[in-house]
């Protein structure tokens, strides 16, 4: 295990993608205030929506910039190729944001919705993309045990969603599949079998819907 890239991933599935989903975009922080324009902040609803797309790592002209990409926009960026996913990711941000302005919470809700889930799409079609150069590498073990430390964190991150596909239940059958432990800290990658990441890569391909294009990411 690189614990590094347990901690580094984990976290940024424990707190950004926690606090841009669950947080920012939860009832507590949606349910404020709209009137009331602070200067250089704007209503305290439009702030907390603000501080969630700063989570992101993207600049407002994301995708047409995507230059200076930080933690998860990295990700993002990276998926496009497949999922074409920016565009329609940063359109929920942009319309959950107007929808604020424009005091149209129907629209907001169906913004948080929509950006929850290219958002979970994201990460876990990007710990297929870990499986799969396990996978295609399996016998040469640093790659083997960087690949498998960054895809077990990604798959931990899925955890944190308020509207999330997978139970914490199945992402600890996930954790076993590629460490033989439902406890990602005490993985052992040298007993992981190929058997194994298919069926873990195949659950997830299921789940998120992306079984046709599983071998792409």
């Known amino acids: 295990m690189e614990y590094a890239q347990l901690i580094e991933k984990g ?19 949606m349910n404020v205030d709209n009137k009331t324009v602070v200067p250089g902040e704007g209503t305290k609803m439009e702030h907390h929506w603000d501080e969630a797309f700063g989570y992101l790592g ?4 994301f995708p ?28 929920a941000m942009i319309t ?27 990460i876990a079609t990007t710990a ?34 308020p509207d999330k596909k997978l139970t914490n239940a199945q992402v600890q059958e996930l954790f076993e599949l590629l460490g ?4 990602p800290n005490v993985a052992n990658f040298y007993q992981t079998s190929k058997t194994n990441l298919e069926k873990a890569k195949s659950i997830l391909a299921k789940t998120y819907g992306v079984e046709d294009k599983a071998d792409l990411f």
């Open 128 to 161: 297929i993309n870990y499986i799969n150069t396990t996978l295609k590498s399996f016998d040469d073990l640093a790659i083997r045990f960087h690949s498998l430390s960054e895809g077990i964190a990604f798959i931990y991150s899925l955890q944190f969603n």
């Open 11 to 29: 976290l940024m599935g424990a707190c950004f993608y926690y606090q841009t989903t669950a947080v920012y975009m939860g009832a507590d922080r």
């Open 180 to 183: 033989g432990s439902k406890d």
């Open 96 to 122: 959950g944001r107007a929808a604020i302005s424009k005091n149209d919470l129907e629209t907001r809700d169906e913004a948080i919705t929509e950006a929850r889930k290219w958002f979970e799409l994201v």
């Open 64 to 91: 047409l910039t995507t230059d200076g990409l930080a933690f998860w926009g990295v990700y993002i960026n990276r998926r496009d190729p497949v999922l074409k996913n920016n565009q329609p990711f940063m359109n």
């Open 58 to 61: 993207v600049p407002t002209t």
